[in-house]
């Protein structure tokens, strides 16, 4: 359960950066991927969860 909760703190951190650094830069992708079909949308998010998960898979390989 723990590992939940600094994992969703751990997004949270990230994406607060993203806003507090950057929030005009993030329109413009929120404009870029509206512009996407569907299915590239689909794509784009299967290829984040794979990159999630190797992530995970690492760190845990390297004992984090």
């Known amino acids: 359960m723990i590992w939940i909760v600094l994992a969703l703190g751990l997004v949270a ?5 993203v806003l507090a650094l950057a929030p ?13 079909t569907v299915d590239t949308r689909r794509l ?4 984040s969860v794979a990159v999630g998960a190797t992530l995970i898979a ?3 390989w390297i004992g984090f």
Do not use: K
């Not at 951190?13 to 950066?17: F, I």
């Not at 005009?24 to 404009?31: D, F, G, I, N, P």
């Open 13 to 17: 951190v990230a994406e607060g950066l």
């Open 24 to 36: 005009s830069r993030v329109e413009q992708v929120l404009t870029m991927l509206a512009c996407l």
């Open 44 to 47: 784009v998010g299967m290829v």
């Open 58 to 60: 690492l760190a845990r």
